[in-house]
T-cell receptor, first 109, second 112 residues
Framework: GENVEQHPSTLSVQEGDSAVIKCTYSDSASNYFPWYKQELGKRPQLIIDIRSNVGEKKDQRIAVTLNKTAKHFSLHITETQPEDSAVYFC????????FGTGTRLQVFP | NAGVTQTPKFQVLKTGQSMTLQCAQD?????MSWYRQDPGMGLRLIHYSVGAGITDQGEVPNGYNVSRSTTEDFPLRLLSAAPSQTSVYFC???????????FGSGTRLTVV
C-alpha cells in the first residue's frame, strides 16, 4: 500500500523567511497530492493541492511542486507570517488518501 | 450546508464498552473516510467508503467496523474499546477522486 514520508518533523523560521516541507510517496499510481494545515485543537484544512499531470501550482505565498519520476512533492511558503504557525500534512491519493506524519512549523516574529 | 457533522465531540469509555461515532454530510459527497490522529503519528486511515453500500479497510482497521447504508451517513463502531483506541477521530468526505477532503470537527475519545 501507499506510504508517505514527510520531513522535517519540526521547522522554525524567522518571520519573512521561506519554509519548505518535503514529502515522498511509494505508490506510483498515486495521482492527487493535497496539503493540509491544522491549527491547535482544530480540524485539518485543505490549503493547496496538485494533480499528477501538473508539475507546479502556486496560490499567493504558497506553492507546491511535484516530481513524479522521483515520487516526491514539496510545499513552499514564502514571506512567512506568525499566523502560518501550525502543523502541515502532506498526503498522497492512489486508491485511498494516506497522510504523512506532519511538520510543526513555528514562525517567530 | 452544515458540511461534515460529527457527534459526540467528547466521549469517555470504559475498557470493553462499545459505542458508535456518528458522521453525517449534506454535500452529496460520494467518498467518506475515518481517520484517527495520535501525537506524532499524523492521520491514519481506519476505513473508507466510495459510495453507499461500499466500504474498505484502511491502514488501521482492527477493532473498528463501518457501514454505509446511505450517502449521507458513515458511522464508526468500536466493538470492545481498548486504551489503545484513545485518540482524536476525524470523519472526512469529498466529491470525486481529485478533490480535497472536508473534515468534521473531530471526536476526542478517551478509553480508561
Amino acid at each position: 500500500g501507499e506510504n508517505v514520508e514527510q520531513h522535517p518533523s519540526t521547522l522554525s523560521v524567522q518571520e519573512g523567511d521561506s519554509a519548505v516541507i518535503k514529502c515522498t510517496y511509494s505508490d506510483s499510481a498515486s495521482n492527487y497530492f493535497p496539503w493540509y494545515k491544522q491549527e491547535l485543537g482544530k480540524r485539518p484544512q485543505l490549503i493547496i493541492d496538485i494533480r499528477s499531470n501538473v508539475g507546479e501550482k502556486k496560490d499567493q505565498r504558497i506553492a507546491v511542486t511535484l516530481n513524479k519520476t522521483a515520487k516526491h512533492f514539496s510545499l513552499h511558503i514564502t514571506e512567512t507570517q506568525p499566523e502560518d504557525s501550525a502543523v502541515y500534512f502532506c498526503a498522497a491519493h492512489g486508491d485511498k488518501l494516506i497522510f504523512g506524519t506532519g511538520t510543526r512549523l513555528q514562525v517567530f516574529p | 450546508n452544515a458540511g461534515v457533522t460529527q457527534t459526540p465531540k467528547f466521549q469517555v469509555l470504559k475498557t470493553g464498552q462499545s459505542m458508535t461515532l456518528q458522521c453525517a454530510q449534506d454535500m452529496n459527497h460520494e467518498y467518506m473516510s475515518w481517520y484517527r490522529q495520535d501525537p506524532g503519528m499524523g492521520l491514519r486511515l481506519i476505513h473508507y467508503s466510495v459510495g453507499a453500500g461500499i466500504t474498505d479497510q484502511g491502514e488501521v482497521p482492527n477493532g473498528y467496523n463501518v457501514s454505509r447504508s446511505t450517502t449521507e451517513d458513515f458511522p464508526l463502531r468500536l466493538l470492545s474499546a481498548a486504551p489503545s483506541q484513545t485518540s482524536v477521530y476525524f470523519c472526512a468526505s469529498r466529491y470525486g477522486l481529485s478533490n480535497g477532503y472536508t473534515f468534521g470537527s473531530g471526536t476526542r475519545l478517551t478509553v480508561v
